[in-house]
């Protein structure tokens, strides 16, 4: 257990400063990330899978109220990183928690309608029978994931490992689908023809050159000082 905590960690620290008073604990152990991308990459994991499911059925769902949404929840971030950053207040690791939550999870709606519309599927047109009750739901799925993350997976060490785990597979994820949006997006017009790719080909060539990048980056942090301030 020891050996596969140092191996999280190592993942982890190629985007998470991992500031131990910054992060969560379990008895003498840390997660691999921060409590800010703790609630960002477990949030977005989570909504993502649920916005694709509903996109996929239902078709696209961003309108003005989820705008507002996102605004409120980009703001609410900002505003506690600044007061942080400045000493007005005291910001504790729930709040950090909370907040990532947040912007994980309009992340999470924004890209799954993005991965969707790249990947060339048929969107149905039934959203206005259902928008509403998804639009609920959406908003409600931050606090299950505060609720889930605190009073369910800090419980044993089984369930700690097991939340470690999941953060780091959310981590390399949230990494292949910018890979793959900008391999779908950008490189076929470039270089490749899309129609010779296959779908779960392009999601390979992705996951393979996110845990490629993520490995960099953890090296390159571990022996350079100025990045692991970020």
């Given amino acids: 257990m020891h050996l596969f905590h140092k191996l999280l960690n190592y993942l982890g620290s190629a985007v998470c400063h991992q500031v131990s008073e910054r992060c969560i604990f379990y008895k003498n152990l840390t997660l691999p990330l921060c409590a800010r991308c703790t609630g960002f990459y477990f949030s977005f994991f989570i909504s993502f899978l649920f916005c694709l499911i509903a996109i996929k059925k239902y078709g696209g769902f961003i309108s003005k109220k989820y705008i507002v949404v996102i605004i409120i929840s980009i703001a609410l971030m900002g505003i506690e990183v600044l007061l942080e950053v400045f000493g007005l207040i005291l910001v504790t690791n729930q709040v950090r928690l909370f907040t990532g939550i947040l912007v994980g999870n309009i992340l999470a709606l924004i890209s799954s309608e993005a991965f969707l519309k790249i990947s060339n599927f048929n969107l149905n047109s ?22 889930t993350i605190n009073y369910l997976f800090m419980k044993s060490i089984e369930l700690f490992f097991l939340l470690a785990t999941f953060l780091i597979v959310s981590e390399i ?32 060539i992705a996951a393979v050159l996110s845990i490629s990048l993520l490995l960099t980056l953890a090296f390159l942090r571990s022996h350079m000082s100025l990045l692991k301030i970020f």
């Fill in 126 to 147: 039934k959203k206005k029978t259902s928008s509403f009750y998804f639009f609920v739901f959406w908003l409600i799925i931050p606090i299950i994931d505060f609720i």
């Fill in 173 to 204: 994820s949230f990494f292949s689908l910018i890979i793959y949006l900008f391999i779908q997006s950008v490189l076929p017009e470039l270089i490749i023809n899309r129609k010779k790719i296959l779908l779960s080909s392009t999601i390979f």
